[in-house]
């Protein structure tokens, strides 16, 4: 079941520096992968998107690699701003509902 | 850009009453979602509706939940008899077929 309370890992990286956020799936029949940013008090924010069939994707400063294999995601994102602090999900679909994983929350020091 | 436009953005009822939460999706999507995020929680699937029904909808979607596309614009989520633990921020979103995704920026619902 749903752990109530939540604790989020964190993440903390100097400004400038790049930053790497991984996350796990479960199901093996996910096809589509969206990596989301959320600020406080604000709904998820896309960043990038994958699908099953590549393994690899960049977007604006940012990579999003898929591992199938061991059902793994990352997302890295380059020369990181203080505008990049935020908590930052993966969601995956095999249909239409995402599942959105716990989240990772990215601290940026000036 | 486009955006899914959800109103109001804070909503305080009292338990047992029955709320009604407003999103105005992409005008091209064909796809409407709602999601719920509890205080410090992750985001959780509620629902999903296409041509003018329910496709998908999680365990939390019981009688109390339902959805409705009134008109060619809005699509709404009402709560019926709401509870305590009812409490959270909901999120609409709307999609194309394959991609797009697109969410709201909520409504945070206290229920006291």
């Known amino acids: 079941g749903e752990s109530v309370g939540l604790h989020l890992p964190t993440l903390s990286v100097q400004e400038g520096d790049n930053s790497i956020i991984n996350c796990a799936y479960s199901?093996?029949?996910?096809?589509?992968f969206i990596w989301y940013k959320q600020e406080s008090g604000k709904g998820p924010q896309f960043i990038i998107d994958i699908r099953s069939n590549m393994d690899k994707r960049q977007g604006q400063r940012v990579t999003v690699l898929l591992n199938k294999t061991v059902k793994h995601l990352s997302l890295q994102i380059a020369a990181t701003q203080p505008g990049d602090s935020a908590v930052y999900f993966c969601?995956?679909?095999?249909?239409?509902?995402?599942?959105f994983g716990s989240g990772t929350r990215l601290q940026v020091q000036p | 850009e486009p955006e899914v436009t959800q109103t109001p953005s804070h909503q305080v009822t009292q338990m047992g009453q029955e709320v009604i939460l407003r999103c105005v999706p992409i005008?091209?999507?064909?796809?409407f979602y709602w999601y719920r995020q509890i205080l410090g929680q992750k985001v959780e699937f509620l629902v999903s509706?296409?041509?003018?029904?329910?496709?998908?909808k999680s365990e939390i979607f019981d009688d109390q939940f339902s959805v409705e596309r009134p008109d060619g614009s809005n699509f709404t989520l009402k709560i019926r008899s709401t509870k305590l633990e009812d409490s959270a921020m909901y999120f609409c979103a709307s999609s194309e077929p394959d991609y797009g995704y697109t969410f709201g920026s909520g409504t945070r619902l206290t229920v006291v």
């Open positions: 509706f296409y041509n003018n029904e329910i496709s998908e």
């Open positions: 005008s091209n999507h064909l796809y």
């Open positions: 199901n093996s029949a996910s096809d589509y």
């Open positions: 969601a995956d679909t095999g249909r239409r509902a995402l599942t």
